[in-house]
């Protein structure tokens, strides 16, 4: 029942993609605008000084750009902020200047050992304020850090671009057991870097708006239901759909003064063309409808920019050294170039293009498809430019006639005749609000957004409209469509949909002429098992399978090196994979225990797994005071209670093969309806009770829940226990428990069970037999904590729930595998984590306490972060960390921040045999050439032994390193410390801080919908995200680890 392994999440993250740092001349923009607004302008001067990938010369500088060239505005203007955007088609901004200055990987000075840089850096780090930039101070030569002090106090007030990720250290590690020959799903691009493109601002109005009410490509200036004088309605914005058939238009009728230019266009504000075209005004006129009148929209285009790739080539060409930064408008062009032939027939869903047509889609059942599609990215690597594409599979509302979709979605059998129950219509709502529909009640291509269903039948509907001269005539829905459009209703108990876009103009159409649209998500979270399992199926073939099929992808006729745009824009996609050289990193050694002893053990070689057969846990907690409680949906019965008798032996017996002393019988057992799930009330009563009963031997430790079913009400269980009782849970599920006195079964399942509840109550399950001083000898007897960190978001369509931020923190040194959390809200969809500061704080409060010492040391691992966001995270998190130090007083502990990434799709193929049964790469590969950032630090590694579909890396982005890691010893350090998960006896493919924050998190989203499902909170779905906050955890359970 608790939460697997795999990190399947229903997040809606809403990341950005890639925000390359560009050069420009006498400043830049810094590329924050989205659609029509304006991005602040940043700047530095150039540095002479990189060393290429052997680093920087010690006591060298640098500095780098960032944002794009400053065109439309003057130095020193800006037209108002946006909020920070990926780079690609929306990124593209322009403003005001501001001098930033570079910091460059922290180096040794000469003269210097290790430790003094490293105290050094950190002296000068302590320094940086946080307020608005005053002019930026020289720090000494060779103290290895190049950044602006500030002062104030206000985080708020932080601006982005002081701090830069670190540079590579060297050329790559070379440690690793044996060297393997793999292909990755990246295809060279070749451009000419003398060929022009020319860029043009797109401006898109109704040719019939007034002053003050035009719409400009899908941003409103007029707000909402703004007209004109004469009553026109110019609320509706400009679609992107919408945008790129008037685009489509402006070029065929005007190829004459185009001159046959084949321009690319992002469906907002940007079009590039390798021909110079005409700037003006031009006119295009665009029907919805052969029964709706064509609105006539005015299109003007202004040259931004002309565009050559000579500084994307410098900055792709690693021989250079030269600081030169990434050419972002460049990119952005030649990205929309390549996507655009193959996105002109597919259905565009973020950075991926899936199928449209019906027969190439697998029905899941219930109203929803399986769609193949691929993803495709441009990327500037080591080996130049490539196009990173890959296999994606999606699932999808099914385009059908709406009632057909009640009746499979929800088993809602809509008659004629018959009105809907309150239970049905509730589930029409629920199953229908929010997803967009068609008509057919008239000849139109105009998409509505289902609002809610109306209160009243089709037959109760009435509205008043001029008709005939005569104003205020109230006429019936379903006479209407009899006169209008000759349409008789049939349905006419049934209510309507409420299509309306404002609440003065109403628009409610019967659901009998309504479809629903292509091309909407289906929440993966929402699918049952079996369509999981199916859809699973589809999205994970193995190896091979999926090399072929990415290679079928790059050859189709309307695949990516297809259509007339890459000859046009003398752009070459290469056919073949990049072949890389990988090394496979050694498994660590393990320390087990063994009857009281310590016992080493060596994962196997194929899989790098382990076994407990021979060995005990490493350190087997005594559990004294258990109880168990069975919620069941029968009456208890003879049969019913001799199965958890002997579930309970099983487990006693098999905790202690494994080293874990579980008093034979529970404190209390008590057995229970799974009705109490449905009244939160009553569940927290019965869990009191226990809690209550039991303090007369002491406070439980862990309280064993069997459930006979899944049911949302475990998340009100977790609620109450943690928060406010202070009772560690396990949950797990009859149809497991039964089985338990099958021998093989049991013991299968409960040495997993066993794992999960020693470490709950504080034990630890494995450890590194070398310590981390053992494995780094520069490191001295240090304290070295790690730190995960992580933001879970609400679902896509829930756009009121808090963001859930979670941040954990190694307590136990050295062996560094217990873990203590702190859990907050935030404001919906926000990625940065805003009380980092006070939440690191409690944890090095906890440290202390426990280890009567502060680390020296700290390495924190990142997750959820894509390239767009390392400003953010650089310029706030860090420093936010480094004023939660100052609260100690004279502290300054040496800090790696280390981003892990898992939403990429890079994929790694074997090139002949690598001795592994799946076909994958093996654990350890690690990959640090050629499909990695051309300057900054990340490195590939596939830690894990993948045993179904196709392994994916973990790619890690070092942003700041006072540590001075070089590439061997900082892979090697993350892989070393995959193989200590708690839950199971094999490398998992995350860094394991970073795992338990993923946990820790999605065990905060749990509280959040507990709260808002309760009926005794105060809290409420309507609350804000902002004023949302969950209950601390209580205190006897903050310091276990609850959340696995």
């Known amino acids: 029942m608790e939460r697997g392994g795999n990190r399947g999440r229903g997040r809606g993250r809403g990341r950005g993609d890639e925000q390359w740092r560009q050069q420009a001349p006498q400043g830049s923009g810094q590329g924050r605008g989205q659609g029509w607004g304006r991005g602040r302008a940043g700047g530095v001067e150039p540095g002479p000084n990189y060393a290429g990938a052997a680093g920087f010369q010690p006591g060298s500088g640098q500095s780098s750009q960032r944002g794009g060239p400053s065109q439309a505005a003057p130095v020193g203007q800006g037209r108002g902020q946006g909020p920070p955007q990926a780079w690609g088609p929306q990124a593209w901004g322009r403003g005001r200047q501001q001098q930033q200055q570079f910091a460059p990987r922290p180096s040794v000075p000469p003269g210097m050992n290790p430790g003094s840089a490293i105290e050094e850096t950190s002296r000068q780090m302590a320094r940086v304020n946080i307020q608005e930039p005053l002019a930026p101070v020289n720090i000494p030569q060779g103290s290895g850090t190049s950044i602006s002090t500030s002062a104030g106090s206000s985080i708020e007030k932080l ?124 006119t295009v006129k665009l029907s919805k409808g052969e029964d709706s009148e064509a609105k006539e929209y005015k299109v003007t285009l202004t040259l931004a920019n002309k565009l050559d790739g000579r500084r994307l080539a410098d900055f792709l060409n690693r021989s250079i050294r030269d600081h030169v930064t990434v050419q972002q408008e460049m990119l952005q062009a030649l990205d929309l170039v390549v996507r655009e032939h193959p996105s002109s027939s597919r259905i565009i869903m973020g950075r991926s293009l899936y199928e449209k047509d019906k027969t190439r889609q697998e ?147 019967p659901m009998e002429f309504c479809v629903i649209c292509e091309g909407q998500r289906f929440p993966k979270d929402n699918l049952n098992a079996i369509q999981q399992k199916n859809l699973r199926g589809m999205a994970c073939p193995k190896v091979y399978e999926r090399q072929n099929i990415i290679n079928q992808i790059m050859s189709m006729p309307d695949g990516p090196r297809g259509g007339p745009y890459l000859p046009h824009f003398q752009i070459a996609v290469g056919a073949e994979m990049t072949e890389v050289t990988a090394r496979v990193l050694d498994a660590p050694e393990l320390r087990l225990g063994d009857r009281g002893q310590l016992s080493r053990v060596m994962p196997r070689p194929d899989d790098r797994q382990w076994n407990l057969l021979k060995s005990h846990v490493f350190d087997g907690k005594n559990i004294e005071r258990w109880g168990i409680i069975h919620f069941s949906q029968r009456q208890p019965d003879k049969q019913t209670g001799m199965a958890v008798e002997i579930f309970c032996d099983a487990m006693v017996k098999r905790f202690r093969t494994l080293g874990i002393n579980m008093q034979a019988k529970p404190v209390i057992y008590k057995s229970d309806a799974m009705a109490k799930f449905d009244n939160v009330a009553q569940l927290k009563q019965t869990l009191t009770d226990i809690h209550t009963r039991s303090r007369g031997q002491g406070q439980l430790q862990i309280l064993i829940c069997i459930m006979e079913d899944k049911h949302p009400g475990y998340k009100s269980l977790k ?37 999960k509840v020693n470490a709950k109550v504080g034990g630890s399950n494995a450890a590194l037999n070398q310590s981390l001083s053992t494995q780094l000898p520069r490191f001295g ?88 966001q390392f400003d953010i995270v650089l310029n706030q998190e860090l420093v936010a960390l480094k004023k939660a130090f100052k609260q100690f007083g004279n502290y300054n502990p040496v800090i790696s921040f280390i981003v892990a990434q898992k939403r990429h799709h890079t994929r790694l193929f074997p090139l002949g045999d690598v001795n592994t049964k799946s076909g994958n790469v093996p654990p350890g590969t690690v990959v640090d050439t050629s499909i990695v950032h051309p300057r900054e630090f990340d490195f590939y590694l596939c830690s894990h032994y993948g045993l179904l579909g196709t392994s994916k890396p973990t790619h890690y982005h070092v942003l700041w390193d006072e540590n001075l890691f070089s590439s061997d010893e900082l892979q090697q350090l993350i892989n070393n410390l995959c193989y200590t998960f708690a839950r199971c006896t094999k490398p998992v493919s995350l860094v394991p801080p970073v795992y338990y924050a993923d946990l820790a998190a999605y065990r905060g989203r749990l509280y959040v919908e507990g709260l808002t499902t309760s009926d005794t909170s105060s809290a409420s779905s309507s609350s804000s995200s902002a004023s949302f906050s969950i209950p601390k955890i209580n205190v006897g359970v903050e310091n276990f680890m609850f959340f696995l």
């Not at 004088?229 to 110019?234: A, F, I, K, V």
């Not at 226990?721 to 013991?747: A, F, N």
């Not at 070295?784 to 879970?792: K, L, Q």
């Open 159 to 282: 601006d982005s671009g002081n701090l830069k990720p670190v540079k590579r250290p060297d050329a790559g590690g070379r440690n690793g057991s044996r060297q393997v020959r793999l292909i990755a799903n990246h295809f060279k691009v070749e451009f000419q870097p003398n060929q022009q493109i020319f860029h043009y601002d797109v401006n898109i109005t109704r040719a019939s708006a007034k002053n003050g009410a035009s719409k400009r490509g899908g941003k409103q200036k007029g707000g909402r239901g703004a007209s004109t004088s004469e009553g026109q309605d110019l609320a509706a914005t400009v679609s992107r759909a919408d945008a790129e058939e008037i685009k489509n238009k402006l070029v065929a009728e005007n190829r004459v003064a185009f001159r046959d230019a084949k321009p690319v266009y992002d469906g907002k504000k940007n079009l590039y063309s390798a021909i110079e075209l005409p700037e003006g005004d031009f």
């Open 363 to 509: 029905y899941l059942n219930s109203g929803i498809v399986a769609a193949r599609g691929f993803s495709m990215s441009l990327r500037p690597t080591a080996q130049g430019l490539s196009l990173n594409v890959d296999f994606s599979v999606v699932a999808f509302h099914a385009t059908m006639p709406v009632l057909d979709y009640l009746w499979e979605n929800r088993k809602i059998d809509c008659k004629p005749n018959q009105p809907l129950n309150p239970n049905d219509r509730r589930a029409a709502e629920s199953a229908l609000r929010g997803l967009k529909v068609t008509v057919t009640h008239r000849l139109t291509k105009q998409k509505y957004t289902v609002g809610r269903l109306t209160k009243e039948t089709t037959r109760e509907l009435r509205f008043n409209i001029e008709e005939s001269g005569q104003q205020n005539q109230s006429v019936s829905l379903v006479d209407y469509y009899r006169k209008r459009y000759n349409e008789d209703i049939k349905f006419k108990l049934l209510p309507c949909l409420d299509l309306s876009k404002q609440s003065d103009r109403p628009n409610y159409v």
């Open 719 to 755: 609620l109450i226990c943690e928060t406010e009782i202070g009772l560690v849970t396990q949950c797990c599920l009859w149809e497991h428990v039964r089985k338990c006195g099958d021998t093989k079964y049991g013991s299968q399942y409960l040495a997993n069970f066993a794992l």
């Open 781 to 868: 007897n240090h304290h070295v904590v790690y730190f995960g960190a992580d933001v879970n978001h609400p679902g896509k369509r829930d756009e009121r729930s808090p963001s859930i931020a979670a941040v954990v923190m190694s307590i136990n040194w050295p062996h560094s595998n217990r873990y203590v959390v702190k859990i907050r809200c935030q404001k919906n969809r926000q990625e940065y984590i805003s009380e980092l500061g006070d939440m690191s704080k409690e944890l090095l409060d906890e440290y202390l306490k426990m280890n009567k010492k502060l680390p020296e040391r700290i390495i924190f691992f990142r997750d959820g972060v894509s390239e767009g």
